[in-house]
């Protein structure tokens, strides 16, 4: 449930625009045609870019350098475009934050999403939600830094230092960046289920019910920071499994090959970022 506090502020979060939640309705749209996605993405010159940027940057590109709105779809493929124009929205909804280096900050939102999307197809969780779950899940730390500047930057600076990010949120300002990046999903009219699963992400065993998508994007955000620990492959798994156990409250997650599967997809989210920021 969202504090009182963030409530008197709903006003100040900013909106989804019209264009752009038309081209979201086309994207989750079974029956849209390439050609109808492509002429509403070609409507909006930013997300063109972005959609030919992407398309030719070294994850997506290929032999041969793509020109038009319509090869860019095709090469893509619909659950990218859909992340995209998510990612654009949010991009353009929200302008640049002093303090917050943008492409870092979408490099490691892209990072967690591809692991997000890898562990939600072991565990029974739909991978295009989660991938969506985890592109938004940091968005209420850019809505902070955008309504109180000061004491995001205060907070930064205290976390740095080894402060507990959560308890100075609270503390701070009545409210914790996930409830902020929740309201802003229910606000964007996205689901319940993805709502709560941005919401419950620090905590994905206090959601009633029992969120699968919070407890992805804690794993998720689990193995970004904890990559580079000393361990082997074997231990990897054994730390990975004992978190979506204990921490995380999933019963059964497929960890065949997840290491390795982790492995290739490492700096791919990275490189996204840079392409969008």
Not at 90 to 98: F, L, M, S
């Amino acid at each position: 449930m969202e504090s009182a506090a963030l409530l008197k502020r709903v006003d100040e979060l900013p909106r989804l625009p019209k264009a752009v939640s038309e081209l979201l309705d086309a994207v989750n749209n079974d029956n849209s045609t390439v050609k109808s996605i492509s002429a509403k993405v070609a409507q909006d010159p930013l997300i063109s870019a972005r959609v030919l940027r992407l398309a030719n940057s070294a994850h997506f590109g290929r032999s041969r350098e793509v020109g038009s709105i319509d090869e860019a779809v095709i090469r893509l493929g619909m659950q990218t475009l859909r992340t995209l124009v998510i990612a654009s929205a949010v991009i353009g909804a929200i302008p640049n934050v002093d303090g917050v280096d943008l492409a870092d900050f979408w490099g490691e939102t892209f990072e967690e999403a591809l692991y997000a999307q890898e562990m939600a197809k072991r565990c029974g969780v739909p991978p295009d939600e989660a991938f969506t779950c985890a592109i938004l899940h940091n968005i209420g730390d850019l809505l902070i830094a955008v309504v109180e500047p000061k004491m995001s930057a205060n907070i930064r600076l205290a976390v740095q230092a080894g402060g507990d990010k959560q308890q100075l949120e609270t503390e701070l300002l009545g409210f914790d960046s996930p409830a902020v990046g929740a309201l802003l999903a229910k606000t964007w009219k996205f689901t319940p289920s993805l709502v709560q699963g941005i919401q419950y992400q620090r905590d994905p065993l206090a959601a009633k019910p029992a969120s699968k998508l919070a407890s992805v994007i804690y794993l998720s955000h689990q193995v970004f920071r904890h990559w580079d620990d000393d361990r082997d492959e074997e231990s990897f798994t054994a730390w990975l499994a004992g978190k979506a156990n204990h921490e995380a409250g999933i019963i059964k997650m497929d960890m065949d090959g997840l290491a390795d599967r982790f492995d290739e997809l490492r700096g791919k989210g990275l490189e996204i970022g840079k392409q969008l920021a």
